[in-house]
């Protein structure tokens, strides 16, 4: 399906694609569309489910989600472009980089997996959100975004994200927690030949540095940077280190 999306910089720019987390909109990105935009053409997608995109009943695949994205883009006429996703979108840009490997000049895979921990614990997730609305468990997936220390110091910033993942479509969020629970490419990282960048935030309890260095030592000649005093949103809490992460390694793919 095709998915509400936003452009910012210059349309002739070099296309730079932002794929969001679970729970998020295309808000969850702003610091890179600001950031970027002088250089790029920053397209951020909201994920099948969530923000303004379709909501389709689940449960959904990786898969899915990455054929939206691909769909979205043709419909834009960019045939080739850089991905950079966090969380549930760095899953979506594994699946293009072994399976669409001609539409990315470069990968960038944030704060996420080749298999994510605790696939029971999504799989109940998509069931609370179905049967209580995804807002009775925004407090705990905003709290695993950001460290305590941002949380005390930014209460306004967290309010705002927490508003952002309870308005997402029980259906949609449910969907693609099954999505995530599913995923699984461990044994395929191999295949990725696309130039990668990996980043995962020190404090991430979602997807901890281990999880990084999982996707780094699997796919050749991928890039490792770890991001202190950065949870599970270290796009957002750090974007004085993310943003020239994936500033310099678009740029070197274009």
Not at 4 to 15: E, F, L, N, R
Not at 22 to 47: C, F, H, K, N
Not at 185 to 190: F, H, N, T
Request: glycine share 10%; net charge negative; aromatic share 6%.
């Amino acid at each position: 399906m095709k998915l509400h999306h936003v452009s910012d910089g210059p349309a002739d720019g070099p296309p730079l694609v932002l794929l969001c987390s679970l729970g998020s909109t295309v808000d969850m990105w702003a610091p890179q569309r600001r950031d970027l935009a002088g250089e790029y053409r920053v397209i951020t997608l909201d994920t099948r489910g969530h923000g303004g995109s379709p909501v389709a009943d689940g449960p959904y695949e990786v898969a899915d989600l990455a054929l939206d994205a691909l769909e979205t883009l043709d419909d834009l006429g960019v045939e080739r472009a850089s991905f950079a996703g966090v969380s549930l979108g760095g899953a979506v840009a594994q699946w293009i980089g072994l399976h669409a490997p001609e539409r990315a000049a470069s990968l960038a895979m944030l704060c996420t997996a080749a298999r994510f921990p605790n696939a029971d614990a999504f799989r109940d997730r998509a069931t609370t959100a179905r049967t209580e609305g995804v807002a009775s468990i925004a407090d705990a997936v905003v709290a695993r975004w950001f460290t305590d220390e941002f949380a005390e110091t930014e209460p306004d910033t967290v309010r705002r994200m927490r508003d952002m993942i309870a308005s997402t479509p029980a259906e949609g969020y449910a969907g693609c927690c099954e999505a995530v629970a599913a995923w699984d490419v461990v044994d395929q990282l191999g295949g990725i030949t696309v130039p990668t960048l990996v980043v995962g935030g020190v404090e991430d309890p979602a997807t901890p540095p281990e999880c990084q260095q999982i996707l780094a030592d699997g796919i050749p000649g991928a890039r490792l940077e770890t991001v202190t005093n950065a949870a599970h949103l270290a796009s957002y809490q750090r974007p004085d280190v993310v943003t020239p992460l994936l500033r310099e390694h678009a740029k070197g793919a274009s």
